[in-house]
């Protein structure tokens, strides 16, 4: 996948390189703040509830 996005990329290695992480620490650049949504939920957390989420606007669907 990387090689596909990366693949026009002057200069990309190819994702198998051993120089490919000193490609992407040469462009990479700090964030001066980032957006947490939910902090106290984890991914796996947020999935589940979000399945949950669907299969109760299933269950109420089919009620009306």
Request: charged share 15%; aromatic share 12%.
């Amino acid at each position: 996948m990387m090689d596909y996005l990366f693949g026009n990329v002057e200069g990309w290695p190819g994702i198998h390189s051993p120089d490919v992480k000193d490609f992407i620490l040469s462009f990479q650049i700090p964030a001066s703040a980032w957006f947490v949504s939910h902090p106290n939920l984890s991914v796996s957390e947020a999935t589940r509830l979000t399945r949950q989420d669907a299969a109760v606007q299933q269950f109420v669907s089919t009620l009306n």
